[in-house]
């Protein structure tokens, strides 16, 4: 199993491009996560998926759109780069089991600089 | 609302010392307690979690945390660092009522000293 893979690795964009990153599980996990990640400000959530077909808001999700079309994808979306979107983002998912917790399984991120 | 305090944003110990990273959680429930590794370059891995099955728990590499209700604290420690242990260290806690989501630290950067 790959388990959680991103794609791009690294990107550069100028203010005002748009892209998309994509995020793939193999693990059949309901939920799934988008966070970026800031010296010194930890993991913020962007948006996550409890299912395929859902979407919900995190802490910090202006300037991004998701969209889960299939379980296994979830993809995070830049209409209009601005420099404060340079980051590293990570997703991340896992299974739903009720009343319980569950692991989040992490992809190896995404390093987006916008100029 | 939940959150966590990671006390200090580096700790440096030397190789063979004890490793201790604080962290201290305020949560309106019963939570859920995690700590995640970040190795350089790389996603976040889980250490270990609390579920409160037991207040010691053993993680991976040699780490454990114990979770202290009246101190609202959920430490992390490893008797003995090594060279490999040098990484940023997230601690977090969960509200298994909302969407499985969890609340990230701010990170401690472990340095170890030859």
């Known amino acids: 199993n790959a388990g959680v893979t991103q794609t791009p690795k690294f990107r550069v964009l100028k203010t005002g491009q748009s892209m998309t990153l994509l995020c793939a599980q193999d693990?059949?996990?309901?939920?799934m996560y988008w966070y970026r990640q800031d010296p010194g400000m930890g993991l913020r959530l962007i948006h996550y998926?409890?299912?395929?077909?859902?979407?919900a808001k995190g802490e910090v999700p202006d300037g991004y759109n998701v969209s889960r079309l299939k379980k296994q994808n979830f993809l995070l979306g830049l209409e209009s780069a601005a420099p404060s979107q340079t980051s590293v983002y990570f997703c991340?998912?896992?299974?739903?089991?009720?009343?319980?917790?569950?692991?989040?399984?992490f992809g190896p991120g995404t390093r987006l600089t916008v100029l | 609302a939940q959150s966590v305090t990671q006390l200090g944003s580096h700790v440096s110990v030397s190789e063979g010392a004890l490793v201790l990273l604080r962290c201290n959680y305020s949560s309106s429930v019963p939570p859920y307690l995690f700590w995640y590794v970040q190795y350089p370059n790389q996603g976040l891995q889980l250490l270990l979690k609390?579920?409160?099955?037991?207040?010691l728990v053993k993680g991976i590499n040699g780490f454990e945390a114990e979770f202290k209700k009246s101190e609202t604290s959920f430490h992390l420690t490893k008797p003995s660092a090594h060279m490999s242990d040098a990484a940023e260290y997230f601690c977090?806690?969960?509200?298994?009522?909302?969407?499985?989501?969890?609340?990230f630290g701010k990170g401690t950067r472990l340095h170890i000293l030859p």
């Open positions: 609390y579920t409160s099955a037991a207040t």
């Open positions: 693990m059949n996990h309901e939920y």
């Open positions: 991340a998912s896992s299974s739903f089991r009720a009343g319980a917790s569950s692991e989040q399984f």
């Open positions: 998926s409890v299912g395929e077909g859902t979407t």
């Open positions: 977090a806690v969960s509200d298994m009522n909302r969407d499985d989501k969890i609340i």
